[in-house]
C-alpha cells in the first residue's frame, strides 16, 4: 500500500450558487428532515442538498495545466429551480507525487497483465 501524503496548506476555491425562492429552500430543508429526522433537524438546522432533490450533471471537468488544478463544475435542475456547485482543487507537489505513485502502481499492473498474454 502507498503511503499518501496529506496536504493541509492547499485551499480548493468553491462556489454554490441555489436559486433562492421559497420553493427551493423549503425543499433544502426538507430534504434534511428527511435525512437526519425532525429533532436532529431542530437542533441544528441546516439547508442540504443531495441528489433527491435533482439530478445532479456534470457542466466541466478538465485539467488546467497552466494553473495544475482541476475544475469540476456540476448543475442541478429541481422543479424549484437550479443549484450550480464549482470547484477548483490545486494539486500541490504532496498530491502530484501521492497520483504518479499510484498510477506507476496501476501501469505496472497493466503491464504484468499484458505480458501473460503473450
Known sequence: MIEMGIDKKT??????????????????KDNNIL???????KKDPKLW????????LPVEYYFDEDECKLHYSCEANTKNGKVYVSLDLPLSD????DIIQHSVKRLNKLKTALETLR
Do not use: A, P, R
Not at 35 to 41: A, I, P, R
Not at 94 to 97: A, N
Open 94 to 97: 504532496t498530491v502530484l507525487i
Open 35 to 41: 435525512n437526519v429526522g425532525e429533532d436532529s433537524h
Open 49 to 56: 442538498f443531495t441528489d433527491e432533490i435533482g439530478t445532479i
Open 11 to 28: 485551499v480548493i476555491s468553491t462556489s454554490i450558487i441555489i436559486d433562492y425562492n421559497k420553493g427551493m429552500i423549503d425543499s433544502l
